[in-house]
C-alpha cells in the first residue's frame, strides 16, 4: 500500500460538466478514480442542473488498490433516472475513504472535437 496518499480528497466538486450526446460512439463523459489503498472505496454521485432539483442516488466502487473509470452516460440511481445527454449540470462525487478523482469530456459531435480533463476542485 502507497503510504503517502498527498492529495487525495473524499469530495470533489465539478461545477462544469455536459455529456455530449453519445450516440457517435465516441463523446462521452467519465470519471476516474485511483484508489491506492487497502480498502474499496464506495462512491456517491449528486447532479446540480440550472432548472430543475438535484438528481442523487447515484453510486459506484473503486476496489482497493484498483482504478475505476467510469463512463457517466451509464450511471442509474435507484428510480431509474440517468444523468442528462445535451444538458449543462454540476456533480459532486463524494467517497467514505480518501482517493484520487479526474474528469474528462470528450466531445466529438462536430469535427472541431473536444477534450479536458481535470481533477475536482
Known sequence: MIQDSHGAK????????????TSDGVSHEAICFL???DRDA??????????KEPAGGFEAV???RR???IR???LV?????????????????ESDIPVFCEYTRVDASVPARAMITVTGL
Open 10 to 21: 473524499e469530495r470533489w466538486f465539478y461545477p462544469d460538466t455536459f455529456m455530449p450526446d
Open 35 to 37: 484508489n491506492p489503498s
Open 42 to 51: 464506495h462512491i456517491a454521485f449528486t447532479a446540480y442542473y440550472e432548472d
Open 62 to 64: 473503486c476496489r482497493a
Open 67 to 69: 482504478t475505476n473509470h
Open 72 to 74: 457517466l452516460d451509464t
Open 77 to 93: 440511481n435507484p428510480e431509474g433516472v440517468k444523468l442528462p445527454v445535451n444538458t449543462p449540470y454540476a456533480l459532486i462525487a
